[in-house]
Structures are given as structure tokens and as C-alpha cells.
């Protein structure tokens, strides 16, 4: 069964400074979809990011980013110019035919 | 464009009674899924519906745990009885088709207390 782990539960960031975000996964699939979810304080999960897996170039959207390195099974999310709308849980997510979400992190951007 | 609306946004429940949740997806999108998100964890999806055609239920509890999705638009979960480890906020989303890079979009959810 496909597992993702994401190893850091909390971390903080001073606003206009960059995080990265860490999250493996384990599958023996080499055809899969990886997604980075945020869950703002009180309201609804929404999509930041997603990569298809067959694709090498990196996904960018605006000052998110990620660094997906396939053959070390590892999707890590990185934000720069934290700003403080980015306060929120962030979920690394994989698909293959079935969704399964990480933990979380929560990330705090401090003023 | 309306988002996934979910009813209600909150329930307290006695442990060994029975309740349902409802779930309206985005207005043409073919694909529903029920989460169940337990707290300090993330969602882990208990069922996924492809029109009215259930696609995936592998983790639904199904000694307890109901769900359906008549003419393919709305759904509902439902679980009888209730346990206190059902306690959790249950989601609903929803995505245009079932592909695997498919948006999924979520409702805000129904937070469900056991007692």
C-alpha cells in the first residue's frame, strides 16, 4: 500500500523568508500524481500544487515550488516570500487510482 | 462557480445512534469522494463515486458505514452505529472527472462528536 510521510509536524517561518517543506512516499508504481494541499485555519482545503510523476521538470506556481526527486521517492514543497495568508496545514498528498494524504505540517509565518 | 457544499457543519451524537451527512459537489463534476479526516491526521478517503457508480471503497467500514450517491449529483454518508472513534470531521470533494491528476475540490466539512 502506498504510504506518504511527512516528518516535520510543525515549523515556522518569519514573513518574506523561504520554507521548505519535507514529504516522502513509498510506492512500487512508476506512473502516479503527487499534490500539495493547504487547510487554512478554519476553512477549506484547496490545492497548491501538483506534479505528474512522468514529468521531470519541477512544478512552479507562483512563489510555490517543489522539488520532486522520483528514484528517492521525495516531493518536498517549498514557499518563498512566506507571507502570512500562507498560515495553514499544508498535506502531501499521492494518487494512484486512490488518494492518501500525510499527516500534515503545520507552518506558522511569524510578522 | 459555487463550491461543495456539505450539511451539517456540525453534530453531536451518543455513541450507538445513527447519522448522516450531505454532500452537493460542484455543478458537472463526475467524481465524489467522503473523507474522513481524524484529528492530527490527514484525510484518509473512505469512498469514491464515478457518477452514481461507487469506484472505490476499500477503506469504508462497511458494517457501519453507508454511503450513496442517487443521480449522480448529490450524496450522502451515513454511519449506524456509531462509535466514539468515528469522531472526526468528515469531507467531501469533488473533481471534474476520476483522473489521477484531477483538482479535487473540498467542502468545509461536517464535524462529527461522538459522546
Known amino acids: 500500500a502506498q504510504t506518504v510521510t511527512q516528518s516535520q509536524p510543525e515549523m515556522s517561518v518569519q514573513e518574506a523568508e523561504t520554507v521548505t517543506l519535507s514529504c516522502t512516499y513509498d510506492?512500487?508504481?512508476?506512473?502516479?500524481?503527487l499534490f500539495w494541499y493547504k487547510q487554512p485555519p478554519s476553512r477549506q482545503m484547496i490545492l497548491v500544487i501538483r506534479?505528474?510523476?512522468?514529468?521531470?521538470q519541477n512544478a512552479t506556481e507562483n512563489r510555490f515550488s517543489v522539488n520532486f526527486q522520483k528514484a528517492a521517492k521525495s516531493f518536498s514543497l517549498k514557499i518563498s516570500d512566506s507571507q502570512l495568508g500562507d498560515t495553514a496545514m499544508y498535506f502531501c498528498?499521492?494518487?494512484?487510482?486512490?488518494?492518501?494524504f500525510g499527516a500534515g505540517t503545520r507552518l506558522t509565518v511569524k510578522p | 462557480e459555487a463550491g461543495v457544499a456539505q450539511s451539517p457543519r456540525y453534530k453531536i451524537i451518543e455513541k450507538r445512534q445513527s447519522v448522516a451527512f450531505w454532500c452537493n459537489p460542484i455543478?458537472?463534476?463526475?467524481?465524489l469522494y467522503w473523507y474522513q479526516q481524524i484529528l492530527g491526521q490527514g484525510p484518509k478517503l473512505l469512498i469514491q463515486?464515478?457518477?452514481?457508480?461507487?469506484?472505490?471503497d476499500s477503506q469504508l467500514p462497511k458494517d457501519r458505514f453507508s454511503a450513496e450517491r442517487l443521480k449522480g449529483v448529490d450524496s450522502t454518508l451515513k454511519i449506524q452505529p456509531a462509535k466514539l472513534e468515528d469522531s472526526a470531521v468528515y469531507l467531501c470533494?469533488?473533481?471534474?472527472?476520476?483522473?489521477?491528476?484531477?483538482?479535487?475540490?473540498f467542502g468545509p466539512g461536517t464535524r462529527l462528536t461522538v459522546l
Open positions: 470533494a469533488s473533481s471534474l472527472t476520476s483522473g489521477g491528476f484531477d483538482e479535487q475540490f
Open positions: 510506492t512500487s508504481e512508476s506512473n502516479y500524481y
Open positions: 506534479q505528474e510523476a512522468y514529468k521531470q
Open positions: 498528498a499521492f494518487n494512484n487510482n486512490d488518494m492518501r
Open positions: 455543478s458537472g463534476h463526475a467524481t
Open positions: 463515486f464515478q457518477n452514481n457508480g461507487v469506484v472505490d
